[in-house]
């Protein structure tokens, strides 16, 4: 009977707990709600007999206002047990430390050389990494068929085969000296591609940072004197230069240049193989065809250029054997350079 629930719903209303807000909530939902268990015996209510509709109807309403009543007494008392634990909750206290991230150490050493460097008056340009022909290759004294395009294993379009990965940021100058006429005087750091088998010394993609000056009366003891400028300041001052020949298409004359060892102060180690040296960047002066390619008069300006490997720098920075380590995102070792950030 109708009157029996009611008592029994009076009953288990009245022992009713909750320990928190959410759980007072959840009893409202189950009793008052429009599906709750007091709204259904008001359904029952509809089949009750004329002559007891009063008074079932005076005890729905009682076990109702019951109801209400107790669940806001338990939201109440929930709030209250919650603002005292607010209370006594020292917010004077250090918060739980969150552990930080940190810059990638390939970006550290990216961003110090191009700051070095923009402390000369080098401004920074970047290109595409999707490049056509012209830029990586032709417009740098690299003609159809020159035998200096095997320098370099280049992924190629299958499509297009004029379209390409860049394999240097060299194609970044060419795109500078297009859109500006000397004095040029930038760098450009970016990411570049070869198709090379992945090891601990070589991998498919890496980073470089090439500079280019353009202007009147460059020679190319200015060029030296910021090679050894930059040279010192990533590596120290007691750190020592020397430039040997050798040959890019871009340069002429050009020239690989070698730091004395970090490691050994020059005497000798497994790093720098017994030389003393390690080599870290190639140079030259601007070649008067690449000059002449981006329409400038090789008669009335001269320029030298370099470039460097980021990952290589990086690697003799942080004593890294194994540039595989750049890629892996392993935060055991990304970890390490948080404070050198």
């Not at 917010?91 to 150490?105: C, D, E, L, N, Q």
């Not at 930038?186 to 601990?200: D, H, M, Q």
């Not at 730091?259 to 080599?279: A, D, I, P, Q």
């Not at 070649?287 to 009335?300: S, Y």
Request: proline share 5%; net charge negative; hydrophobic share 40%.
């Amino acid at each position: 009977m109708l009157k029996d629930k009611i008592e029994a719903l009076k009953a288990e209303i009245a022992g009713l707990k909750a320990a928190s807000a959410d759980e007072a909530e959840a009893l409202r939902i189950k009793y008052l709600s429009k599906k709750g268990s007091v709204s259904l015996l008001f359904e029952d209510f509809k089949t009750v007999a004329p002559e007891l509709k009063r008074e079932m109807g005076q005890k729905l309403n009682e076990l109702k206002t019951l109801a209400q009543n107790r669940i806001a007494e338990l939201k109440a008392s929930a709030a209250a047990a919650a603002q005292k634990e607010v209370e006594k909750t020292d917010v004077s206290r250090p918060g739980t430390p969150s552990p930080i991230g940190g810059r990638h150490p390939l970006s550290i050493v990216k961003n110090e050389i191009v700051e070095i460097f923009g402390r000369l008056g080098f401004t920074v340009a970047e290109g595409p990494e999707v490049e056509d022909d012209w830029h990586v290759f032709t417009a740098l004294n690299f003609p159809p068929e020159h035998p200096a395009r095997d320098m370099q294993d280049t992924f190629f379009i299958n499509t297009n085969p004029d379209i390409l990965l860049r394999t240097h940021t060299s194609s970044v100058q060419v795109r500078e000296m297009e859109r500006k006429r000397p004095p040029i005087r930038a760098v450009f750091p970016g990411r570049v591609f070869r198709n090379e088998a992945i090891s601990a010394r070589a991998h498919c993609i890496f980073h470089q940072v090439e500079g280019l000056y353009v202007a009147k009366n460059v020679s190319f003891a200015d060029l030296k004197q910021v090679l050894l400028y930059f040279a010192k300041e990533m590596f120290g001052s007691d750190v020592e230069i020397r430039l040997r020949p050798s040959y890019f298409p871009f340069t002429e004359p050009s020239a690989e240049m070698d730091v004395s060892c970090t490691l050994c102060g020059g005497k000798g180690c497994g790093v720098c193989k017994g030389s003393g040296w390690l080599e870290i960047l190639g140079c030259g002066m601007v070649d008067p065809a690449v000059l002449e390619n981006n329409g400038i008069d090789p008669k009335e300006y001269s320029g030298y250029a370099f470039g460097m490997g980021v990952e290589r720098i990086a690697m003799l920075r942080y004593g890294v054997d194994d540039i595989r380590n750049f890629f892996e995102n392993d935060v055991r070792f990304l970890s390490q350079f948080q404070s050198a950030m």
